[in-house]
């Protein structure tokens, strides 16, 4: 299983960033996947998780109505839609799945909200 992220980046608050993440290893329209962040500091959590075939989305309270996720299982990617971003924002950004009992993570990619 392996998880590339992507798309990270310096973004002036209220600016957007689109991060991606590519999937191999595995059969990627079979499984949820989430998104987490993690700023200095402070634990890991959870940002958002999409379902595998539906396509249900969750979504922290702290990023509602400004994040979206979505998945394009034809390309093994996940992307998160970051809308209206603040400097609390800030943090890394890793890729998520639980599968056959264990979570694997990709390598997070830095998203910095500052003026």
């Known amino acids: 299983v392996q998880l590339v992220e992507s798309g990270g980046g310096l973004v002036q608050p209220r600016g957007s960033l689109r991060p991606s993440c590519t999937a191999s290893?595995?059969?990627?329209?079979?499984?949820?996947m989430s998104w987490y962040r993690q700023a200095p500091g402070k634990e890991r959590e959870l940002v958002a998780r999409i379902s595998n075939m539906r396509g249900t989305t969750d979504l922290a309270a702290s990023v509602k109505g400004r994040f979206t996720i979505s998945r394009d299982n034809a390309k093994s990617t996940v992307y998160l839609q970051m809308n209206s971003l603040k400097p609390e924002d800030t943090a890394v950004y890793y890729c998520?799945?639980?599968?056959?009992?264990?979570?694997?993570w990709g390598q997070g990619t830095q998203v910095t909200v500052s003026s």
């Open positions: 290893g595995f059969t990627f329209s079979s499984y949820a």
């Open positions: 998520n799945v639980w599968r056959i009992g264990r979570n694997y």
